[in-house]
């Protein structure tokens, strides 16, 4: 474990913090934002003893390598390597990863190479992942900790089904762990995991492939609903569930570089908002009885042209498969049991004609409504071993996202549920967020550090059917995990720590696992306060450096994502090192969670809805008027603002005459409609990445905060307000983004020159929405900064 930072003394300290401050740029940008050499992606595997996780080797190297941590409970500890990517491609000369593959890690925002996901079998011994777009098996051996791994090496006796060996994407190991399934795109395809004999089990016609994807989760539900996959295995091990959908409904989107004229661009099918999405139909495919080839599919057959989004695909041991739909408003959803019939009953599936693909009924479990949008809760719905239906529900009435058992709420008013991690027959393991006014006792391992387990700390517990809360984690954080058998893995971050915490326990006996990531080694001074009538959660977040941390004064820097669903302020240092950095430039620094940022009930969360504009504008402003009251209560000491971390002085007086605002994504929309609909509060900003038009964006996220009203999109847009600009405004935004592409800044850029008005536009060649280039990011912190700089000294 890394021991808390500490303020250190005179003219050392200044150094310290003035060469981190310095390389602050450069070393994030090497370091993949200070991720390289972090264990993450953990598996326990059999009762608990052993765990699979993800690791590259040092704090600048992005290729991850398989490990396993090993823990007896008492005197045998220990992690091993299992999997190298340098020895398996010793002769490969850098990564090439198929286009597809390299969409959906955009998707799931994965920076990494080497191993970066893996498929594990139910007994813990057959793992399958991908390395350059190749298929690799790693066979654990009886100690648990020395493997063989081998390249899978593909054979299909149909030479027409050749072109089905590539690209393989999201392969997934049977639970026996006999056969690996994958999709190319244009086909699933289940091959033997002992000699890669394979076939093409699911294929989309050659007539259909324009816009037709199996096996492959369309881009609304890979973006906006955090499903990555596209088939399913079943317990059996004989039967798959499979995606496939077709997008010819939807518009189709130009992304193009335009340093480089000759290429003629990456053309996608976009599901813009208040356009059609793409149709989504499920098939079963029951495979005979060499678990290679066909013996019957069937269609799904749940309505999806009333539910058309396919949420969530779950198939348990012992159950049949839980589907969760939502219509097109997502204020309606279905959970539903797919009636995949018994062994024996495959053969008695009939069609209507020769012509026609048998149906698979489906059960309605449950139905749910909400007014404005229904949350996706991760995690549900789920089966308990006893065959109880777990789901979640956004009770309007006690202002709480809960679990149901069998349609009964069980998890308490006031623990909002953010995510399922695990349900047995006694209890359910979940990340919550506490709202204290709704639930002001806690668990006494607990009572130290109340105040901070509120909406800014993400907590493990384990909530039985009664409702009791039994804490996982103690101290506020950000934390997940999981559990199996008698092992149990918790990671995350916290206040203390500057480096992410994995630790796996067994028998109630913990071990961390190794981190080799670097850290800023800055000196965090980062102060959580309640701001403005609406009592918004923020952090406040000064200098410690030796040139602007006495001084009486500073410019404020409001650093706010914003929007929907996310949240900044939460008890991670991580969080903060940007705002530290930026505090060093001579800024007293400000994030601020508004409305609908998620974490303090459902009410709160739909306070946005349609008008999601004006109200995250709204908060900003009211907590920039609260802000001098705010830093009075930290430096005379006042109960409600305390000091989180670090240096603890008097704070600056915010200089109210010279704020500007930055922000990326969400955070970037806010940054330009502050110096456009706020001018005498915001004196500049810098938008990175800003969805200016709404309608640009997509259906599933848009839709769900904005409705389907043309006249409510008009409302939230700010290309309208390109006159009101008075301020100045840096645009910044890559041309390779295919999330929030950079139509938005163009247009808004447009119409600004239409209207006379000066701006600054950064377009940024090959850069997607991650900014992945560590030039460009490094860059563009020093390009803000002067930016801000010149613009705050006028």
């Not at 066909?294 to 695909?313: G, M």
């Not at 110096?675 to 309608?695: I, K, Q, Y």
């Amino acid at each position: 474990m890394t021991k808390p930072l500490q303020p250190a003394a005179g003219q050392a300290a200044d150094s310290i913090q003035s060469e981190a401050v310095r390389e602050y740029a450069a070393n994030k940008a090497r370091t993949t934002r200070f991720t390289c050499g972090a264990p993450r992606c953990a598996t326990l595997l059999g009762d608990g003893e052993r765990m699979l996780f993800l690791r590259s080797d040092g704090s600048e190297d992005t290729v991850t390598a398989l490990w396993v941590s090993v823990n007896n409970g008492t005197d045998a500890v220990g992690e091993f390597m299992l999997a190298d990517p340098r020895t398996l491609l010793a002769d490969a000369d850098a990564e090439d990863v198929p286009a597809e593959e390299r969409a959906r890690r955009e998707r799931a925002r994965e920076s990494g190479s080497g191993i970066v996901a893996y498929s594990v079998d139910d007994a813990g011994r057959t793992v399958l992942f991908t390395i350059n777009g190749e298929l690799f098996v790693c066979e654990l051996g009886e100690d648990g900790v020395t493997a063989a791994t081998r390249r899978l090496e593909l054979t299909f006796d149909d030479d027409g089904e050749r072109q089905y060996a590539a690209p393989i994407l999201n392969p997934r190991v049977s639970p026996d762990g006999t056969r690996v399934a994958y999709a190319t795109g244009t086909a699933v395809v289940v091959a033997e995991t002992a000699t890669g004999r394979a076939h093409a089990v699911f294929t989309v016609a050659e007539q259909d492939r324009a816009t037709m994807r199996a096996g492959l989760a369309e881009f609304a539900a890979a973006e906006e609903m955090d499903r990555y996959s596209g088939f399913w295995w079943g317990p059996d091990s004989r039967t798959l569930l499979v995606e496939c959908f077709d997008s010819a409904a939807e518009p189709l989107w130009t992304i193009s570089d335009p340093a480089n004229p000759a290429d003629p661009g990456m053309r996608h099918r976009y599901p813009r908002a208040l356009t059609q999405n793409a149709v989504v139909d499920l098939f079963a495919v029951h495979l005979a009885d060499d678990r290679l080839h066909v013996d019957r599919t069937a269609l799904v057959d749940w309505d999806n042209a009333a539910y058309e989004y396919l949420a969530v695909v779950r198939w348990q041991s012992g159950q049949r498969p839980l589907l969760r739909v939502l219509n097109r408003l997502q204020t309606d959803e279905q959970i539903l049991r797919v009636d995949v019939p018994e062994e024996s009953g495959w053969a008695h599936l009939t069609s209507i004609d020769e012509h026609t693909m048998p149906l698979l009924p489906v059960s309605v479990l449950e139905t749910h409504h909400n007014d404005q949008w229904i949350d996706l809760i991760d995690g549900t719905p789920a089966y308990t071993p006893d065959g109880r239906l777990i789901c979640s529900v956004n009770d309007m009435r006690a202002d709480t996202n809960r679990l149901t058992v069998d349609g009964v709420p069980f998890t308490p008013a006031g623990w909002q549920v953010r995510a399922l991690l695990d349900a047995d027959d006694g209890t359910v393991m979940c990340v919550v967020q506490r709202t204290p006014e709704l639930a002001p006792d806690v668990p006494k391992a607990w009572r130290a550090t109340a105040a901070d387990h509120d909406a800014r700390s993400f907590d493990v517990v384990a909530i039985d059917y009664e409702g009791h809360v039994y804490p996982v984690t103690d101290e506020p954080g950000v934390w997940s995990a999981s559990r199996r058998g008698d092992g149990l893995m918790i990671a995350g971050r916290d206040m203390a720590h500057p480096q992410a915490q994995m630790m796996h326990y067994f028998h109630g006996n913990g071990v961390y696992v190794k981190n080799h990531a670097a850290v800023p080694g800055l000196t965090m001074n980062v102060r959580f306060a309640r701001l403005g009538e609406r009592s918004l959660h923020a952090a406040i977040v000064a200098p410690t450096g030796a040139q602007y941390a006495a001084a009486r004064q500073l410019p404020v820097l409001m650093h706010p994502y914003g929007g929907p669903g996310f949240q900044e302020v939460t008890m991670s240092m991580a969080a903060y090192w940007d705002a530290q950095w930026w505090a060093e430039q001579g800024y007293l620094v400000v994030v601020v969670d508004g409305r609908g940022t998620t974490g303090r009930g459902p009410r709160w969360d739909r306070e946005i809805h349609e008008c999601m504009k004006d109200v995250t504008l709204a908060d900003q402003v009211d907590a920039v008027h609260a802000l001098a009251d705010a830093v009075q209560a930290i430096n005379t000491g006042q109960p409600h603002a305390r000091h989180a971390h670090a240096a603890v002085r008097a704070l600056p007086a915010p200089d109210l005459e010279r704020v500007a605002m930055i922000g990326w994504s969400y955070g970037g929309f806010l940054s330009a409609l502050a110096v456009l609909r706020a001018p005498d509060v915001f004196a500049a900003a810098c938008a990175g990445a800003p969805p200016t038009d709404w309608t640009l964006y997509d259906t599933c996220y848009t839709e769900r905060y904005l409705g389907l009203d043309p006249e409510v999109y008009a409302r939230n847009s700010i290309i309208a307000d390109a006159p009101r600009l008075r301020r100045p405004l840096m645009l910044i935004h890559g041309f390779a983004d295919d999330n929030v592409t950079i139509a938005h800044s163009l247009r808004l850029s447009q119409a600004l020159m239409e209207a006379g008005r000066e701006h600054t536009f950064l377009p940024l060649t090959g850069i997607t929405h991650m900014t992945n280039d560590p030039a460009v990011a490094r860059n563009l912190l020093v390009l803000q900064r002067d930016f801000l700089a010149r613009a705050l000294a006028r």
